[in-house]
């Protein structure tokens, strides 16, 4: 039931991605997507946390953590252009 509705939102999810990943560029759009994905696939118990601006802060820090690491990855050492 909730599993499999949580992998079909994230398949429509992804594919929203790669079809706006060119015309809203690399960072908003994986910005985007690793917040819902993160808010997707957290804790239920951090959902219910009694702190949800820390929950939020931690999950945003995470995702742009991510999004730099990425970019430095591909865009900087590998070289790859990316929207």
Do not use: H
Not at 14 to 27: A, C, N, P
Not at 38 to 46: A, K, M
Not at 70 to 81: M, N, P, S, T
Request: glycine share 10%.
């Amino acid at each position: 039931g909730r599993a499999y509705w949580r992998q079909t939102l994230f398949v429509g999810i992804t594919i929203g991605y790669t079809l706006t990943l060119e015309s809203l560029g690399y960072f908003v759009s994986t910005l985007l997507y690793g917040l819902v994905t993160v808010y997707l696939f957290g804790s239920s118990e951090v959902k219910s946390s009694t702190r949800p601006f820390k929950t939020i802060l931690s999950w945003v820090a995470v995702v742009v953590m991510i999004t730099v690491v990425v970019y430095l990855l591909f865009g900087v050492a590998f070289g790859f252009r990316l929207p």
